[in-house]
């Protein structure tokens, strides 16, 4: 969904290096994800936020941290990578109407950690 | 906890041959929604389901919520090659948060 956008979308580091993907969004949700795919698998999440004040671990955020700079950015850091970390990596923000939650994903970013 | 199980993990089919997944919850859902990936590109919103035994179509495409609120299908009829991707279940048990099914990979052959 091009209201959704992901930088870089392609990533190649060295392991124990700090990298940061950021996520941006024109849609105006409050809500933002960021996901982790493996091959094969399906969506893992690894954080949430429901607002700029307020940020939630999800399945598998341990090695990673995230930052809610503002309503329409949300930035997952890989404080020391490592090659176990290599995967397609999917933000996606949502706004709770009606019970729904419906998501809307970036293009993703591949990042290869060597 | 809330656990979404998905079947089956692939299928190939001949093209004009029919398809279904099944996601199954453990619990009860407040709603269930389905998306698509294509290869090489990202999750995309399909529908969303909300009513026990609602049943929605979109073209060849019919989705359907069991009564139970505990499992939904989606069948593919007379799958074409655009077809090809990765249909993903996502549950929700009201409130946050949504849970993605491991997803379904149908291949079509020509």
């Known amino acids: 969904d091009a209201d959704v956008t992901q930088t870089p979308r392609n990533r190649i580091t060295k392991t124990g290096k700090r990298i940061m993907l950021e996520c941006s969004q024109t849609k105006g949700h409050d809500r933002m994800y960021w996901y982790r795919q493996d091959p094969g698998l399906g969506l893992q999440l690894i954080y949430y936020s429901f607002d700029v004040k307020d940020i939630n671990k999800g399945e598998i955020s341990d090695g990673y941290s995230v930052s809610r700079q503002a309503q329409a950015k949300f930035s997952l850091s890989l404080e020391s990578a490592i090659p176990n970390q290599t995967a397609l990596y999917f933000c996606?923000?949502?706004?709770?109407?009606?019970?729904?939650?419906?998501?809307?994903f970036g293009p993703g970013t591949r990042l290869t950690v060597l | 906890g809330q656990q979404v199980m998905q079947i089956p993990q692939y299928q190939h089919v001949q093209e004009g041959e029919d398809f279904t997944t099944y996601c199954n919850s453990s619990t009860t859902l407040s709603n269930i929604q389905w998306y698509k990936q294509r290869p090489g590109g990202h999750p995309v919103f399909l529908i969303q389901l909300v009513k026990s035994g609602e049943v929605k179509k979109q073209k060849r495409l019919t989705f359907q919520f069991g009564e139970a609120k505990k499992n939904s299908s989606l069948h593919i009829t007379a799958t074409q090659t655009t077809d090809v991707g990765t249909y993903f279940c996502?549950?929700?048990?009201?409130?946050?948060?949504?849970?993605f099914g491991a997803g379904t990979r149908l291949f079509v052959k020509a």
């Open positions: 996502a549950v929700n048990t009201g409130g946050f948060k949504t849970i």
């Open positions: 996606a923000t949502s706004a709770m109407t009606d019970s729904t939650d419906t998501q809307y």
